[in-house]
């Protein structure tokens, strides 16, 4: 059942009534109207969802048909808008974190000389996000999905006066255009295959309906495509280079960017095509092996990492990866689960490194903090939280989405990708309790003379701490195992989109599988602890014992430096080349040749031209004598 509802198009329209108010009037209204206004449009929207939200049909969605948008041969594509139990969760999920966020800047940004401009883009990324999830077809998700791609080059180089941060917006924008191409490419191939069988459609519901008889060749090629795609969005192998380097913007939007906005749109776009990708287990085999791949190389470079932003992004990379496992094996549902608790901690947790950087004077390094609990009391003890609940302790959020993927995983006979996870998840622990002991714990280790200093930040930013806190910790009783009493009620509501991927096991084999994961993340949280607190230099030590290793492993086993090699410098040394045997041997040689040419043949000419009588008469008796003798022989012919 479709119920029409008109108010839909106003969650992504407030928002952008923010951008167009700070670009226009920005700059004459003071930094408290900025700042208001940019949070009262994100406040809207999320009251709008709630509303759609206790809207929602049964077994149906709601739909918003905007206006007619192209017509063009048997392309027929409406700027329409659906609200179905999935979209409107996103929506929930994208306004909730994003308005605290919003919230949070207020405090971060107080010093910053251009609020308006920071507020203008956080309100269209925001936009364009929500414009990505509730759009009825591709093409309308493809303007958000492209929308959240230009936000993440303007975000990212916020600081532009900075070349570093400048390059690393730049470098997001043009790695996500690989990705991009990718996307187009298996939109035109569905559109085409979709138009061979009489539907030229490319609205969700037509295509996941269609897919059976699109044929299993065609539905890979367009899947694998498609997830060329998300690979660029969402930071996957071999698309990820770009994130770490967007720390270069300010925290609060690395925690949007990273936490519940662009990096989710390739799972959720995979999750909005799951009829397609069913009919494609060939491509779900490698979005697991991908996400698998990804989950465990980004936990491991987090262990290396000392920029505290850059520990988080390797996080971010890896924890998308388990959510691409679900995906793969088919546990759409408990991938959407992981992206809401991923959502609450991961944001959690960034904003807690923008309290600790906003404290220490823009210090990121943390060989130079320490000890900082007891001068940032309430920052501390959220980033604990939210590190138990990534590193899934049993009882808060992450422990429960991430046991529902492994489930799945192993449940499915992926058991190599299973091992993958779990092994990663003791990774997780890890690294995330080594960041929190040589963050807050121990002694400082940083400047004496800015000791003094440090102090808790204010209520702008400790209040959406500790509001998240409270969901990264209770964030995942929305689907408690049956095994321990409970009910699946994410998946329950989640059905009706996805259908259901139970994963049917014996309690002893689930109580099992649980154990381990969670056995190998005390383990991990254990070993940091004993580790760092005894030898915050442990790091150090340990680099100069494995040489070579260590450096390959904190160096991101220097794909980075591959890919700058390979495909940086030659695509400038092709630039040159063309540019050296096209541009200067080709092109400048015919336009400077006719240009010479002509000028050796004015030089000629401009003989004649004299001035004097006599060499004038001279001219045309010559031209005469010639015009005869023409003429003569012509009558001897």
């Known amino acids: 059942m479709v119920e029409s509802a008109a108010y839909l198009r106003f969650i992504v329209l407030v928002p952008l009534a923010g951008t167009v108010f700070n670009v226009l009037l920005g700059r004459r209204v003071s930094r408290a109207v900025v700042a208001t206004v940019a949070c009262l449009a994100v406040a809207l929207a999320f009251a709008t969802s709630l509303r759609a939200f206790f809207s929602l049909p049964a077994d149906g969605a709601l739909i918003d048909d905007a206006y007619s948008w192209i017509r063009a041969g048997s392309l027929n594509v409406d700027l329409a808008l659906v609200g179905d139990r999935l979209s409107v969760l996103m929506c929930l999920i994208v306004t909730g974190v994003g308005f605290l966020i919003h919230v949070y800047s207020i405090g971060y940004m107080s010093h910053d000389s251009d609020v308006a401009r920071y507020f203008a883009y956080l309100n269209l990324f925001t936009a364009s996000m929500l414009l990505l999830v509730l759009g009825a077809d591709l093409p309308v998700m493809f303007i958000g999905w492209e929308g959240v791609g230009l936000c993440s080059y303007l975000l990212i180089g916020f600081w532009y006066e900075d070349v570093e941060k400048a390059k690393a917006g730049m470098k997001a924008f043009i790695v996500n255009r690989v990705g991009d191409a990718g996307f187009l490419l298996g939109m035109f191939l569905l559109f085409w295959a979709m138009s061979a069988h009489g539907n030229a459609s490319l609205r969700f519901a037509d295509i996941n309906a269609a897919a059976p008889s699109l044929g299993v060749a065609t539905a890979t090629a367009v899947a694998l495509l498609l997830f060329v795609g998300a690979t660029g969005k969402s930071a996957q192998i071999p698309l990820f280079v770009w994130l770490p380097d967007a720390m270069a913007g300010p925290t609060p939007v690395s925690a949007l960017i990273h936490a519940a906005t662009m990096v989710t749109a390739g799972v959720y776009m995979i999750a909005r095509l799951h009829g397609l990708y069913a009919f494609a287990p060939r491509a779900l085999h490698l979005v697991a092996t991908v996400g698998a791949l990804t989950a465990l190389f980004a936990a491991t470079v987090a262990i290396t990492q000392n920029d505290i932003k850059k520990v988080l992004a390797y996080s971010t990379i890896s924890q998308l990866g388990y959510m691409f496992v679900g995906l793969g094996v088919g546990a759409y549902a408990a991938a959407i689960f992981h992206l809401m608790t991923h959502a609450f901690f991961k944001a959690l947790l960034f904003l807690c490194a923008g309290s600790v950087i906003h404290a220490m004077g823009g210090e990121q390094d943390i060989r130079k903090m320490g000890g900082l609990r007891h001068l940032m009391p309430t920052t501390s003890l959220t980033f604990l939280v939210a590190t138990l609940a990534i590193a899934g302790v049993p009882g808060l959020s992450g422990f429960f989405s991430k046991d529902e993927i492994l489930s799945a995983a192993f449940t499915g006979g992926h058991y190599g990708i299973w091992i993958t996870g779990v092994a990663t998840a003791g990774l997780t622990a890890f690294y995330m309790t080594r960041l929190l002991v040589l ?74 599988l649980m154990a381990s994961s969670v056995a190998l993340a005390l383990a991990g949280i ?21 040489g070579g290793a260590y450096r390959t492993v904190a160096g991101a086993y220097f794909v980075d430096a591959l890919y700058g090699r390979v495909f940086v410098r030659g695509a400038v040394g092709w630039g040159r080349a063309l540019w050296r045997w096209v541009d200067v041997g080709l092109i400048d ?41 023409f003429l003569v022989l012509q009558g001897l012919g």
Request: net charge negative; glycine share 14%.
């Open 439 to 512: 963050t807050f714990y121990g002694v400082y280790r940083g400047d004496p003379l800015a000791y003094g200093g440090i102090h808790e930040s204010p209520a702008s930013m400790t209040i959406p701490l500790s509001i998240l806190a409270v969901l990264a910790a209770v964030g995942g009783y929305v689907g408690v195992p049956a095994l321990l009493g409970g009910h699946n009620a994410l998946g329950s509501f989640l059905e009706p989109v996805l259908g259901s991927h139970e994963a049917h096991m014996g309690a002893v084999v689930e109580f099992g």
């Open 526 to 546: 254990w070993l940091a602890v004993v580790l760092y607190t005894a030898a915050p230099d442990a790091d150090e030590q340990l680099g100069r014992r494995m």
């Open 589 to 629: 040689a015919l336009v400077n040749g006719t240009g010479t040419a002509a000028q050796r043949l004015s030089a000629s000419v401009r003989r004649w031209a004299t001035g004097n009588v006599a060499d004038y008469a001279m001219s045309l008796l010559v031209g005469v004598v010639a015009l005869v003798g």
